[in-house]
């Protein structure tokens, strides 16, 4: 029996974030004084341990809380009435569970109890969970029991002791526990009467078993005790533990009809082990491909190593999903990172290993490769052979030497699915990742298939929200979900964080929003679409440095980056896992798409450029790029120089060998030079001169020559000397002056006037 659920009977009270006009610090009788009239109650919008809650300062001898709302009673309905509760200052008051019985008439009755035993507060952030039941009879377990005069009651909270004292309050809860009193009428299986002793000693698996055989649709009842249970148990009946199951980590708990978090939670006695388990049943029987984790958190103390958990395969093909609660990493010794420094060989020969390491079995999978000299962002450990003393890494090395010392740090994960040798189509979907400065988020399987992240956030990641070290993102889906950074107070320059990578193709990255990491996403691979994203990371700095918000680490990008706020930050392109950097034959820059964005920058030197090509090799060139109607602003600081530029740290472009380069039908606000391809750009010639000469540098896209000459168009007479029009058609060469950016018209006699040059720094296909 639950009223709630066959009767539609609301129980629950409204939320303290509803506001306090309901709450009486009296009876809770309609005529009482409220709340919300008082000014020692106020409601907590964002407590760290309750979320809203009420702060209630204790001025009275009793001080009462009471809901205004009543809340039914009725003969054989039990009620439990609980909270959590936790002292905040001043002296520690004693706390109980209370009920105001209210009869038929609507008035109190007299002469019956009204609250549970105290609770003693003794530390201050501490938080204690007071509860009592209410109802009609005196059965055993009942905290306050009351006789069939009464119909409603006014539950709340009763706080006694000195005065004073300062204590938050969780919302208060209602619910219909009758079950446990009136078994027989509920239809339930007690699997104490299948043979359960709960003494934590006996083997308890066959009454359980035997208890879900003889249930045929009534719900299993664990009562209070320790259950030891020696194999793989599935139950097929709805169950409820009030007791817990001391069960080896090997064997399996299957709830087919109970599938959710909390139950699981419940069996085990703990947040942690009651996920490990529940995620080992996910992968282990098919009536679902959902672990719905009912909005629960679970604090942990660990990290989850998800095919560690489930133990027995290391492939999975099959659709499974994971969502709906809050993962809080409350740290600990496990998520220390590894950090080891070794000798390493490498040759361009084999670009994806690292030879001759020598302590090979201390460096981890998943480790981050850092070295002084060429090694890109965002490489990792994916493999190694300890008999061959060889590393694999995820991407090759673009310039590294014959030998020296490499640096590997295995960051840990809240979620790690590292174990697995292939995990394909899973999702994480609204699941907030509370990783305090703790953690990384998420560390992928090597090899996988559509890994889907939804609707989650990524709150404060240790080093990284999610690591792709092998090969496990192809075709990876991540869709709204929010990356906070702690670093927000930090310069640009001084960050760390990167939001996530990607090593292989075809990835959608689709309506997500970051905030102040040093780079919110590393992208090897081609084929992406990203689209509909905000990312930012701006300082305080005057005039200060930016960083990449994006990066393109594939010289043909194959992606189309389209409608997204790119704010204080470049977007990136480079080749910098290429192992032979330089341009050989392979095909250069080409196939990215940047359409329609917002790329927005404050406070920044003129010479911040958002958009960067960074070629890590002499000879390579743009064949095929395009920037069309996107909006570039800057505010605050100094007017940008230009939007693009080619960084020649490592090596420059060959200006003149671009191709199919559509740059135009762009917005500029406060931008000198603004570039666009193909441009056209008035000529006024004022005195004759048989050679007129156009300087194309200013509008010429990331230093491009002034290849084609499309079109000279005159407006007006064009004249010689003496005035007299002149009927000559000119012609037109591209590529003069030492940079090759200027455009020369050439006359058959000196003229003077005007004239509008359509110029391209590409050679269209």
Same mark, same amino acid.
Request: proline share 5%; net charge negative; charged share 20%.
């Given at each position: $029996?639950?009223?709630?659920?066959?009767?539609?009977?609301?129980?629950?009270?409204?939320?303290?974030?509803?506001?306090?006009?309901?709450?009486?610090?009296?009876?809770?009788?309609?005529?009482?004084?409220?709340?919300?009239?008082?000014?020692?109650?106020?409601?907590?919008?964002?407590?760290?341990?309750?979320?809203?809650?009420?702060?209630?300062?204790?001025?009275?001898?009793?001080?009462?809380?009471?809901?205004?709302?009543?809340?039914?009673?009725?003969?054989?309905?039990?009620?439990?009435?609980?909270?959590? =509760?936790?002292?905040?200052?001043?002296?520690?008051?004693?706390?109980?569970?209370?009920?105001?019985?209210?009869?038929?008439?609507?008035?109190?009755?007299?002469?019956?109890?009204?609250?549970?035993?105290?609770?003693?507060?003794?530390?201050?952030?501490?938080?204690?969970?007071?509860?009592?039941?209410?109802?009609?009879?005196?059965?055993?377990?009942? *905290? =306050?029991?009351?006789?069939?005069?009464?119909?409603?009651?006014?539950?709340?909270? *009763?706080?006694?002791?000195?005065?004073?004292?300062?204590?938050?309050?969780?919302?208060?809860?209602?619910?219909?526990?009758?079950?446990?009193?009136?078994? *027989? $009428?509920?239809?339930?299986?007690?699997?104490?009467?299948?043979?359960?002793?709960?003494?934590?000693?006996?083997?308890?698996?066959?009454?359980?078993?035997?208890?879900?055989?003889?249930?045929?649709?009534?719900?299993?009842?664990?009562?209070?005790?320790?259950?030891?249970?020696?194999?793989?148990?599935?139950?097929?009946?709805?169950?409820?533990?009030?007791?817990?199951?001391?069960?080896?980590?090997?064997?399996?708990?299957?709830?087919?009809?109970?599938?959710?978090?909390?139950?699981?939670?419940?069996?085990?006695?703990?947040?942690?082990?009651?996920?490990?388990?529940?995620?080992?049943?996910?992968?282990?029987?098919?009536?679902?491909?959902?672990?719905? $984790?009912?909005?629960?958190?679970?604090?942990?103390?660990?990290?989850?190593?998800?095919?560690?958990?489930?133990?027995?395969?290391?492939?999975?093909?099959?659709?499974?999903?994971?969502?709906?609660?809050?993962?809080?990493?409350?740290?600990?010794?496990?998520?220390?990172?590894?950090?080891?420094?070794?000798?390493?060989?490498?040759?361009?020969?084999?670009?994806?290993?690292?030879?001759?390491?020598?302590?090979?079995?201390?460096?981890?999978?998943?480790?981050?490769?850092?070295?002084?000299?060429?090694?890109?962002?965002?490489?990792?450990?994916?493999?190694?052979?300890?008999?061959?003393?060889?590393?694999?890494?995820?991407?090759?090395?673009?310039?590294?030497?014959?030998?020296?010392?490499?640096?590997?740090?295995?960051?840990?994960?809240?979620?790690?699915?590292?174990?697995?040798?292939?995990?394909?189509?899973?999702?994480?979907?609204?699941?907030?990742?509370?990783?305090?400065?703790?953690?990384?988020?998420?560390?992928?399987?090597?090899?996988?298939?559509?890994?889907?992240?939804?609707?989650?956030?990524?709150?404060?990641?240790?080093?990284?929200?999610?690591?792709?070290?092998?090969?496990?993102?192809?075709?990876?889906?991540?869709?709204?979900?929010?990356?906070?950074?702690?670093?927000?107070?930090?310069?640009?320059? /001084?960050?760390?964080?990167?939001?996530?990578?990607?090593?292989?193709?075809?990835?959608?990255?689709?309506?997500?929003?970051?905030?102040?990491?040093?780079?919110?996403?590393?992208?090897?691979?081609?084929?992406?679409?990203?689209?509909?994203?905000?990312?930012?990371?701006?300082?305080?700095?005057?005039?200060?440095?930016?960083?990449?918000?994006?990066?393109?680490?594939?010289?043909?990008?194959?992606?189309?980056?389209?409608?997204?706020?790119? *704010?204080?930050?470049?977007?990136?392109?480079?080749?910098?896992?290429?192992?032979?950097?330089?341009?050989?034959?392979?095909?250069?820059?080409?196939?990215?798409?940047?359409?329609?964005?917002?790329?927005?920058?404050?406070?920044?030197?003129?010479?911040?450029?958002?958009?960067?090509?960074?070629?890590?090799?002499?000879?390579?060139?743009?064949?095929?790029?395009?920037?069309?109607?996107?909006?570039?602003?800057?505010?605050?600081?100094?007017?940008?120089?230009?939007?693009?530029?080619?960084?020649?740290?490592?090596?420059?472009?060959?200006?003149?060998?671009?191709?199919?380069?559509?740059?135009?039908?762009?917005?500029?606000?406060?931008?000198?030079?603004?570039?666009?391809?193909?441009?056209?750009?008035?000529?006024?010639?004022?005195?004759?001169?048989?050679?007129?000469?156009?300087?194309?540098?200013?509008?010429?896209?990331?230093?491009?020559?002034?290849?084609?000459?499309?079109?000279?168009?005159?407006?007006?007479?064009?004249?010689?000397?003496?005035?007299?029009?002149?009927?000559?058609?000119?012609?037109?060469?591209?590529?003069?002056?030492?940079?090759?950016?200027?455009?020369?018209?050439?006359?058959?006699?000196?003229?003077?006037?005007?004239?509008?040059?359509?110029?391209?720094?590409? /050679?269209?296909?």
């Amino acid at each position: $029996m639950n009223k709630a659920i066959t009767e539609g009977i609301r129980l629950m009270p409204e939320p303290w974030l509803d506001g306090l006009d309901d709450w009486s610090n009296q009876d809770g009788l309609p005529d009482d004084d409220s709340y919300a009239n008082r000014t020692d109650a106020v409601v907590v919008p964002a407590d760290q341990d309750f979320g809203g809650c009420c702060e209630l300062s204790k001025t009275l001898d009793t001080q009462k809380i009471r809901y205004m709302v009543r809340t039914p009673v009725e003969p054989g309905c039990y009620l439990r009435v609980s909270a959590r =509760v936790k002292a905040v200052s001043g002296p520690l008051p004693r706390v109980r569970a209370a009920a105001f019985p209210v009869g038929a008439d609507g008035a109190g009755v007299a002469g019956l109890p009204q609250g549970a035993a105290e609770v003693q507060l003794i530390a201050y952030g501490e938080v204690v969970e007071v509860s009592g039941i209410v109802g009609i009879g005196a059965r055993g377990g009942v *905290d =306050v029991a009351w006789d069939d005069r009464v119909r409603n009651a006014h539950v709340g909270l *009763d706080l006694s002791g000195p005065n004073g004292g300062v204590v938050r309050i969780d919302d208060i809860r209602v619910e219909d526990v009758t079950g446990a009193f009136l078994r *027989d $009428m509920i239809a339930v299986a007690d699997v104490r009467d299948y043979g359960a002793r709960g003494d934590g000693l006996a083997d308890d698996t066959a009454a359980f078993r035997a208890a879900d055989a003889a249930a045929r649709g009534r719900t299993l009842l664990v009562p209070e005790g320790r259950y030891r249970i020696t194999d793989d148990l599935s139950l097929g009946s709805p169950v409820r533990f009030v007791g817990t199951l001391d069960m080896p980590a090997s064997k399996r708990l299957s709830l087919v009809r109970s599938y959710d978090l909390p139950t699981y939670i419940y069996a085990f006695g703990g947040d942690q082990e009651g996920l490990e388990r529940a995620v080992q049943a996910l992968f282990d029987f098919t009536d679902h491909d959902t672990l719905d $984790m009912c909005g629960r958190r679970v604090e942990l103390t660990r990290p989850l190593d998800v095919q560690g958990v489930v133990g027995d395969k290391t492939t999975y093909a099959n659709q499974r999903k994971i969502r709906n609660g809050q993962i809080h990493v409350v740290g600990g010794a496990a998520f220390d990172t590894d950090t080891w420094s070794e000798s390493c060989s490498y040759s361009p020969s084999a670009p994806r290993e690292l030879r001759n390491v020598a302590q090979v079995s201390a460096i981890e999978v998943g480790s981050l490769v850092t070295a002084s000299t060429g090694v890109g962002r965002e490489v990792y450990v994916s493999g190694k052979s300890v008999s061959g003393q060889k590393l694999y890494l995820s991407q090759p090395l673009w310039g590294a030497p014959a030998s020296q010392t490499y640096t590997f740090r295995r960051f840990r994960y809240a979620f790690d699915f590292s174990g697995w040798a292939n995990l394909q189509r899973f999702t994480l979907q609204d699941i907030e990742f509370l990783l305090a400065d703790k953690a990384s988020g998420i560390l992928l399987p090597p090899v996988g298939l559509i890994f889907h992240v939804k609707d989650c956030f990524f709150t404060g990641p240790k080093d990284r929200g999610l690591t792709s070290h092998a090969e496990g993102c192809q075709g990876m889906l991540i869709d709204r979900c929010q990356f906070l950074s702690t670093e927000g107070g930090q310069d640009v320059g /001084a960050r760390h964080t990167i939001g996530f990578n990607v090593n292989k193709n075809d990835c959608k990255i689709r309506n997500n929003r970051a905030v102040k990491f040093r780079t919110w996403a590393v992208m090897a691979g081609s084929g992406h679409i990203v689209t509909g994203n905000h990312f930012f990371q701006g300082d305080n700095t005057s005039l200060g440095s930016r960083t990449a918000g994006i990066v393109f680490a594939e010289a043909q990008a194959k992606t189309v980056f389209q409608a997204n706020y790119v *704010d204080n930050c470049t977007i990136e392109w480079t080749n910098e896992y290429d192992p032979v950097p330089a341009f050989a034959s392979e095909l250069s820059f080409g196939g990215l798409q940047i359409l329609g964005n917002i790329i927005f920058s404050s406070n920044v030197p003129s010479s911040f450029a958002p958009l960067r090509i960074k070629p890590f090799g002499a000879g390579h060139y743009i064949n095929g790029l395009t920037v069309v109607g996107n909006t570039f602003k800057t505010i605050k600081g100094e007017a940008l120089s230009r939007v693009d530029k080619v960084d020649t740290s490592r090596a420059d472009l060959d200006h003149g060998r671009y191709a199919d380069v559509a740059f135009h039908s762009n917005t500029f606000h406060s931008v000198t030079r603004q570039a666009q391809n193909p441009v056209t750009v008035p000529l006024v010639q004022s005195s004759p001169d048989a050679t007129w000469d156009l300087d194309l540098t200013d509008y010429l896209p990331f230093g491009g020559e002034a290849r084609v000459v499309q079109a000279v168009l005159p407006e007006g007479r064009i004249r010689d000397a003496d005035n007299a029009t002149v009927w000559d058609m000119p012609y037109a060469a591209g590529k003069q002056g030492s940079d090759r950016q200027t455009v020369r018209i050439s006359w058959r006699k000196p003229v003077k006037g005007k004239v509008f040059v359509t110029a391209r720094c590409d /050679a269209p296909t």
